[in-house]
C-alpha cells in the first residue's frame, strides 16, 4: 500500500519560535495532501489541503500566516508553525491522496508529529 | 449541513462480533472510508464502499446503503490489537472527506 512519512514524530519548542513539520509520500505521487490537527479524545480537523505547484487551501478559522504550508514537489508538503504558542501543542497529521484500484480516490495517513510548545 | 454521526464507544469480548453504525448526510457523495486509529497514532486506511453492498476483507467487513445514507463496520473473531478508535469518513461532492467523531472500541478478555 501507499506510505507516507513525516518528520519529526516529536517535537518539543519554546513559544514564539517556529517548527516545521515535513510529510513525504514514498512510493506514489501525491498532486494533493492535507493537514490536520488532532487534540486528545477528538476526531481529525482539516486545516487545509495542499496542492502541488500552487497555494494552500485553508479551511476557516485556520491562519494562513500561522500555519504555513508548502508544497514543492509531487513528493513533499511542509507545514511550518510559525510563532508557536502552548495552544498550538497538538498531534499534527499529513495525508496524501492516491488512487485505488477502480479509480477512487482516499488518504494514507503518516504517521503523526506531537508538538509540544512550552 | 454535513454530518457523520457514529457511537462514541462500544465495547466487546475477545472473539466475538461487532458492528458499528455510521449514518451521514453530504453534499453530494463519493464514497464512504472507514479507518482504524490506534492511540497516539495516525489513522490507517480499512475499506472503502461507493456502491450498495457489503465489501468483505478478512475479519472486517464494511456495507452501504447509499439511498439510506448509512454504512457500518462488522468485525468478526475480535483481537484485543482490534481496541482501537474506529472513524467514519464520507466524501462530498468536492472530493472533501467529511470526518465522524470516532468510535472507541473496547475489547473485553
Known amino acids: 500500500g501507499a506510505v507516507v512519512s513525516q518528520h519529526p514524530s516529536r517535537v518539543i519548542c519554546k513559544s514564539g519560535t517556529s517548527v516545521k513539520i515535513e510529510c513525504r509520500s514514498l512510493?506514489?505521487?501525491?498532486?494533493?495532501m492535507f493537514w490536520y490537527r488532532q487534540f486528545p479524545k477528538q476526531s481529525l480537523m482539516l486545516m487545509a489541503t495542499?496542492?502541488?505547484?500552487?497555494?494552500?487551501?485553508?479551511e476557516q478559522g485556520v491562519e494562513k500566516d500561522k500555519f504555513l504550508i508548502n508544497h514543492a514537489s509531487l513528493t513533499l508538503s511542509t507545514l511550518t508553525v510559525t510563532s508557536a504558542h502552548p495552544e498550538d501543542s497538538s498531534f499534527y497529521i499529513c495525508s496524501a491522496r492516491d488512487l485505488l484500484a477502480g479509480g477512487a480516490d482516499t488518504q494514507y495517513f503518516g504517521p503523526g508529529t506531537r508538538l509540544t510548545v512550552l | 449541513g454535513q454530518n457523520i454521526d457514529q457511537p462514541t464507544e462500544m465495547t466487546a469480548t475477545e472473539g466475538a462480533i461487532v458492528q458499528i453504525n455510521c449514518t451521514y448526510q453530504?453534499?453530494?457523495?463519493?464514497?464512504l472510508f472507514w479507518y482504524q486509529q490506534h492511540a497516539g497514532e495516525a489513522p490507517t486506511f480499512l475499506s472503502y464502499?461507493?456502491l450498495d453492498g457489503l465489501e468483505e476483507k478478512g475479519r472486517f467487513s464494511s456495507f452501504l446503503s447509499r439511498s439510506k445514507g448509512y454504512s457500518y463496520l462488522l468485525l468478526k473473531e475480535l483481537q484485543m490489537k482490534d481496541s482501537a478508535s474506529y472513524l467514519c469518513?464520507?466524501?462530498?461532492?468536492?472530493?472533501?472527506?467529511?470526518w465522524g467523531a470516532g468510535t472507541k472500541l473496547i475489547i473485553k478478555p
Open positions: 512510493d506514489f505521487q501525491a498532486t494533493t
Open positions: 495542499s496542492n502541488e505547484g500552487s497555494k494552500a487551501t485553508y
Open positions: 453530504t453534499s453530494g457523495f463519493n464514497g
Open positions: 464502499n461507493v
Open positions: 469518513a464520507a466524501m462530498d461532492s468536492n472530493y472533501q472527506l467529511i
